[in-house]
Structures are given as structure tokens and as C-alpha cells.
């Protein structure tokens, strides 16, 4: 994955995230359109969005970006030059090996502020 394509799904993720309340709204106005295609598809998307495996999965994917964006970007965008440093390399690997490490070690606290996020919303 090159770094742009990082930092892309990176900003998807969180413009994704910011957008989602007010595309509730539209979608119910949506509904009740008299063009049935345009209705239909609105009433199954806003089900689609209302699931809770919809949610949870938004909320972990943000997590994960958010806990390993620094780490990860700095590793892909110095393991994408042409001449570098093993050594130095290896330091960028372990870093990013150890903040998922620390997630997966503390998996009850990071599953419980995702939790807490959902509930929330």
C-alpha cells in the first residue's frame, strides 16, 4: 500500500464518520420519495446503516486507524525509499508490531472504549 493510498482510506474513514449523522436524516426524507427506486434504496441503505455489525465495524476501523495511523504511516512511507537502512527499518517494523501488541494485550479496554463509542451514538 503506497502512502497516499494510507492517508486516503485514512481521511475516508474519518470524513466517512463525520457525515454519517446528517446522511440519517436525508435517507429518512428519502423514503418517503415517490420515485420508488430512489425510496427503496434509501430504506436499504438507512437499514444497512442501523445495524449494530454496521456499527461496530465503522467504530473499530476508525480505532484502528486512529491508534495506528503515526506509527504505520511513518513505517509505509519509510519502507517505500528506494535506499534504506535495515536496521532502521526493522525499528519502524517493531514499533508498529508493538502498538498491536498493546491493543491486542489490552483488548477488553480497547473493545470497551468502542463499546462505550456505541453506545453513545
Request: some cysteine.
Amino acid at each position: 500500500m503506497c502512502s497516499t493510498s494510507f492517508v486516503e482510506i485514512h481521511d475516508s474513514v474519518e470524513v466517512f464518520e463525520q457525515l454519517l449523522p446528517a446522511a440519517h436524516p436525508c435517507l429518512k426524507e428519502m423514503i418517503s420519495w415517490t420515485d420508488i427506486e430512489t425510496s427503496t434504496n434509501a430504506h436499504i441503505l438507512l437499514l444497512s446503516l442501523e445495524q449494530c455489525k454496521f456499527n461496530v465495524g465503522s467504530i473499530v476501523l476508525k480505532n484502528i486507524f486512529h491508534n495506528f495511523s503515526t506509527q504505520s504511516f511513518y513505517a509505509y512511507l519509510f519502507l517505500q525509499k528506494p535506499n534504506i537502512d535495515l536496521i532502521q527499518a526493522l525499528e519502524y517494523v517493531d514499533n508498529v508490531v508493538r502498538q498491536i501488541h498493546t491493543v491486542r494485550n489490552n483488548a477488553d479496554e480497547e473493545f470497551s472504549k468502542c463499546f462505550d463509542e456505541l453506545q453513545r451514538k
